[in-house]
């Protein structure tokens, strides 16, 4: 699984499968992701950049996507969100293919959960729901090790409330694994209460 793997291991699986030019991207993408997320902490107590490399794992290792793309996608897909890069940065350093998928996968204050996994769902061709999912898959892979447990029941109360359907209807793997990271999850918070 890709719980312990780094983005030398990422690189390394992306070599074959990469020329000099697209792996140069992919790095360019991990060290603006490593800048934009230093110094923060996910609730593990794992630095933050952990969790965007395990996302391009996963569509690697378990999807067999090489897409520098969204390989780069996954890996930027929280730096608006967390820190001060901005879309046009996005897109200046990695093109608007790039900067659309990570834009989409942007969570705004005032826009819904519903209407932004709705947003995503709607641009197939881009991508970014595969990118979506595959973020919540590992976020949920994860949560048992987070001491929130209002976050764990809001995990698990969204999980089955749009992401598993969404997953159903655009990835069946992708659909399997949520699934059974979705049961030990509520295994692990029915040990708590």
Known sequence: ????????????????????????????????????????????????????????ISLVDELDIHSPELISSALLHDVIEDSDTTRDQVETMFGSEVAKIVWLLTKLEEVSLRDYLAAIEAEPATGAPIVKLCDRLDNLRFLAQSPKLEKKLRYIRTTELFYLPMAERTHPYLHNQLSRALESVKSHVAELV
């Open 1 to 56: 699984m890709v719980y312990d793997r780094t983005y030398e291991y990422l690189n390394e699986r992306l070599q074959p499968h990469l020329n000099s030019r697209e792996i140069a991207r992919v790095d360019r993408a991990y060290e603006l992701a490593s800048r934009a997320h230093a110094g923060q902490i996910r609730d593990e107590g794992t630095s933050y950049i952990v969790h965007p490399v395990r996302v391009a």
